[in-house]
């Protein structure tokens, strides 16, 4: 068997599409949703990712504010930078890109978010909301650019088993509380590994559905892939590669050739599930400002 490939970017444009549909309708009636990262010292793929989201926000139709600050920006300026965004009524959605420098305090900062601008979907508050099943709720853009990927494909979940391999706070645990919600998309039967986990080949092979997000290369391997299952790899992992210019290339926690050969259907690395996480985002920005004004 091969694989079925999910394609993240195709997806990923086609959400940003719609996104920018509805912009453009709502621009008519004199809203635009606002989006603002912030961006703190000189970490290279913070600044790379902070770049694709700006350029994402401004093709689908959105205000864009970019705040940039050194590495040395003392903690109490930067929540006074949240407190400025949580009142400005021209930005809906609030997104400070982490991981932030060592003295400043990252749960102070997004605790001090306004939830209703969290297009992260990290405060409490949205956590909170996620596991009751509360359609307000703002979800994780990555977990739930995942849920995209398996409804828009066709991949059914309801009483589908559903292992996730990593139990993070941005992806393993919102991504669990995403599949065993009611409805579509959800209705999962759902197992969290972790590195505690005994045997765990053995249970991600009971799996129909097998989300690996461990962040190591290649981790997931054919033997623990039942025939048929539908892989869906978030991890993003650098390997030395000598025989390419850059030195190194990307590869997930999937050992992708293999498991290709055994699944139903897989996501690449490149192109699977990074594509929605900023697909999600702009989703999240609209959802963010329809639900205020
Ligand atoms: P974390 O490092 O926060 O979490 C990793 C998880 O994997 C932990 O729960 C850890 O278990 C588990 N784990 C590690 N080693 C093992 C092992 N040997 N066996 C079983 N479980 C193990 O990672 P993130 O969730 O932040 O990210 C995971 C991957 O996804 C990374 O490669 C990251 O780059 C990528 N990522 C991709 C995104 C995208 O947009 N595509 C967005 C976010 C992340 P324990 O808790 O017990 O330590």
Sequence with gaps: M???????VALGKTIRQEVAAEVAALKGRGVVPGLAVV???ENPASKAYV?????????????SVKVQRPETLPEADLLAIVDQLNHDPAIHGILVQLPLPKHIN??????????????????????GKLVIGDPTA?????????????????????GANAVIIGRSTIVGKPMANLLIQTGPGGDATVTV??????????????ADIVI?????????????????????????????????????????????????????AIT??????????????????LQAMKQVV
């Design 2 to 8: 091969s694989a079925r490939i999910i394609d993240g």
């Design 212 to 264: 690996a997000a461990i962040g190591k290369a290649e981790f997931v391997t054919a033997d623990m892939v039942r025939p048929g299952a539908t892989v869906i790899d978030v991890g993003i992992n650098r390997v030395d590669d000598p025989s390419v210019p850059k030195g190194y290339r990307l590869v997930g926690d999937v050992a992708y050739g293999p498991v290709a050969e055994k699944a139903a």
């Design 138 to 158: 703002l979800r994780p853009c990555t977990p739930w650019g995942v849920i995209q990927m398996l409804l828009r494909n066709g991949i059914e979940t309801r």
């Design 268 to 285: 690449p690395v490149p192109g699977g599930v990074g594509p929605m996480t900023i697909a999600m985002l702009m989703a999240n920005t």
């Design 51 to 63: 770049g694709s989201k700006e350029k994402a926000c401004l093709e689908a139709g959105m205000h």
């Design 193 to 206: 590994c972790h590195s505690k986990t005994r045997d765990l080949p053995a249970v991600v092979r009971g």
């Design 106 to 127: 990252t749960e102070k900062v997004l605790l001090r978010i306004n939830p209703a601008k969290d297009v992260d979907g990290f405060h409490p508050v949205n956590v």
């Design 39 to 41: 961006l703190v010292g």
